[in-house]
């Protein structure tokens, strides 16, 4: 199957596994219209999307694999709700919207954020067709990606380190943290559901280190290179924010250099899988060559 | 047991725990000194206690019960984190003490506020003498407890209040969700952890929703005849801000009936309980007395 028949397939339902989650929540309008505001901002869904393409590549089905999928879009929907505060980053447009705190305040985004992070660990919890042992693995792997010793020990290593310059090592512990480390989670736990082996778990989680490094430089190429148009975002952030950023520490030709080493480094870590990997070979590209 | 003398052999054994668990982690330092600050700035512990105070009465000892009772405590001190920022409640002093956000700066602590929860998933899944089964209905719980449907809806709900008179059956709703949630699940880890009948587990449950309440009069009550240096915090400032209360909607006088009416039936939620239970009388009589 290619790519965009795959994921043709899979947005909507993706979209409406976000909407039925919350729709089944009794819970003030308010916060209800928040939470969905930003799940349903859109945006490339790319950790459900390889999630499930993990589990179409191991050949497995999963009833529950949606919800899980739904799960981590809910935790980095809550972690760009934060980001974007104003005591944050300060952004008042995401995928070319205004950012939650813009639409509903700033204590509703803060809340509905809580209420996704909370929200989704439970809803791990409630699987109806997953052992509780694989349960429990995913909602420990979860805790760790999300929490301080990942992604949000990223923000604040990215927070910090926009008042000084950043060695390429300290950049790239950042987004191994920021991005990365919930990347990675998306595609173990596309594994786990699969019941794949041990040697194929560890393939996979050094395509999903090298993927988000890849997708993290991208990011900061686009910001140099893109229109605010096609970002959704305001473009050349960064650079007047005089943050770090490949480019700026590499200069832009060898950044690109970099993004294609981990791209090839994310491949030949799945060359020896079984199975074509086909979907997976096609996201690396699309991370890329995306220009959005 | 007397309740002071379980309260002092536990109080430095919840400290210690929640001191192991966090420098347990390979995280920022900032991020590690923000989550401490407000893990260690005290407070009365009243839900790890009666999280433990419940498994003594059940005649229980439980390896992981600190754990339990620590992940319980990082939840409460993250929502304390959060509500007390700039954008919530903007208070400046929490238990005495600048609050999180007036020390470490609002980003910082949101982020703080955001790996405590993260982590205190995790905490319950990585417990050592818990069945899977066990650890997947406490995760459940606490999610459904701390989220939406629980302690952050009750927290929207307040902030919409303080824009409108509340009848009674509103100000009951904001807080049992709010304060209530998250002490009945304390009750009902300690219960689980036990190894609890149903039948117990609902004269808990019972026990635990009037507690909160009687918990949150006193609050109101404490609020209005107690002073700044006693509360550790700004007093009357429901009043100031014409926030809805127990003494405001009722009268003073009828709001110390009401009171006394939820510890009554606190108690009687218990009465017919095996085992004297008397850490959890003593536990009533103590939230009913309180000065702080």
Redesign the interface.
């Known amino acids: 199957m290619k790519l965009n028949d795959f994921r043709s397939y899979y947005e909507p339902l993706i979209q409406q596994e976000l909407l039925d989650q919350i729709s089944s929540?009794?819970?003030?309008d308010?916060?209800?219209e928040s939470?969905n505001y930003s799940l349903q901002a859109g945006g490339k869904r790319i950790r459900p999307i390889l999630l499930l393409a993990v589990m179409h590549e191991l050949g497995h089905n999963h009833p529950d694999a949606l919800k899980v999928a739904a799960a981590v879009e809910m935790i980095h929907t809550y972690s760009l709700i934060?980001d974007d505060?104003p005591?944050?980053d300060d952004d008042d447009l995401r995928r070319g919207m205004p950012t939650n705190h813009k639409v509903f305040?700033?204590?509703?985004a803060?809340?509905a954020?809580?209420?996704l992070?909370?929200?989704s660990?439970?809803?791990?919890?409630?699987l109806e067709n997953v052992?509780?042992?694989d349960?429990?693995?995913l909602?420990?792997l979860?805790?760790?990606s999300?929490?301080?010793?990942g992604m949000?020990?990223g923000?604040?290593?990215d927070?910090?380190g926009e008042e000084k310059k950043l060695e390429l090592k300290e950049l790239e512990q950042v987004h191994r943290l920021k991005t990365g480390a919930l990347l990675t989670f998306s595609i173990l736990a596309g594994a786990i559901l699969a019941q794949a082996k041990p040697e194929t778990i560890m393939s996979l989680t050094r395509f999903g280190e090298h993927l988000g490094l890849a997708f993290q430089i991208q990011d900061d190429i686009l910001d140099v290179t893109g229109t605010s148009e096609e970002l959704g975002k305001t473009a050349g952030k960064d650079e007047n924010s005089e943050k770090s950023t490949y480019p700026g520490i590499l200069t832009l030709p060898r950044a690109k250099e970099k993004l294609d080493y981990h791209a090839s480094e994310a491949l030949a870590a799945i060359e020896g899988l079984d199975g074509e990997m086909a979907l997976l070979k096609e996201l690396t590209a699309m991370i890329v060559k995306r220009k959005n």
Chains 1, 2 share one sequence.
């Open positions: 929540l009794s819970i003030p308010s916060l209800k939470m934060h505060l005591s944050m305040g700033e204590a509703v803060i809340l954020g809580d209420a992070v909370t929200y660990f439970g809803l791990i919890a409630r052992s509780s042992d349960k429990v693995q909602i420990d979860m805790s760790v999300a929490g301080a010793e949000v020990g923000q604040i290593l927070i910090e």
